[in-house]
């Protein structure tokens, strides 16, 4: 899929991260954009005139109970990921914006991570047996990492900070390829201990 970028517009995608929610529907300004959206299913990018919005959620073929009613403001060349996270029914929204400008050395790729699990504490990120970032809360996202092409371990697990110590530190991790000249955003999901990570590739990748 190839996106041409207009600079008169902005283009945003949502990503659907509410681990209990069942299929959602979501509207801007009353039209319906996006039916059906799974649990860990980003939508497609859509070119957006700047302006405020309204972005209303609900699930899929019921429209009694609103999951989520929240104003925005779109501007000029923005893209981004419109996150909805939470657990239902009270769903909360936040944005990823990513820069179709950021370069990536010859050989190499960029990657950063979001933690968007609403139960969890905060995370760590191991690499290849190497702590890389610490304590990333819930609703933030870390800057961007150049590493080689390749494939690499990532290990993510709650950080020790504000942890009981009976308590269980939840720890996942993955077999991760990063390709050469790609940039990745790596999101964690779910509802602690059962966390998972959607590995998504930025929107330069289809310009």
């Not at 981004?80 to 950021?102: H, Q, R, W, Y």
């Not at 950063?112 to 990120?125: E, F, G, K, Q, Y």
């Amino acid at each position: 899929m190839k996106i041409r970028l207009n600079e008169e517009s902005s283009y945003i995608r949502f990503l659907n991260a509410t681990p209990n929610s069942n299929q959602i529907e979501i509207y801007m300004n009353d039209n319906m954009v996006f039916k059906d959206v799974d649990y860990k299913e980003f939508t497609s990018y859509i070119p957006t005139i700047p302006g405020n919005y309204i972005v209303r959620v609900y699930e899929s073929e019921n429209k009694e109970d609103i999951l989520l009613e929240q104003d925005i403001t779109i501007a000029k060349g923005n893209i981004a990921t419109l996150v909805l996270s939470g657990m239902t029914p009270k769903l909360i929204m936040f944005a990823v914006f990513e820069d179709p400008n950021e370069l990536v050395g010859e050989g190499n790729s960029k990657f950063r991570i979001a933690n968007l699990s609403p139960t969890s504490l905060p995370v760590d990120l191991i690499v290849n047996n190497v702590k890389m970032i610490d304590e990333i809360p819930f609703g933030k996202r870390t800057n961007y990492a150049e590493v080689p092409s390749g494939l690499y371990d990532f290990v993510v697990k709650e950080s020790e900070i504000d942890m009981d110590l009976n308590e269980t530190k939840t720890q996942i991790s993955n077999k991760v390829e990063i390709k050469n000249g790609k940039i990745y955003t790596i999101y964690v999901v779910g509802d602690s201990p059962s966390l998972e990570m959607v590995q998504s590739l930025d929107v330069t990748t289809f310009i």
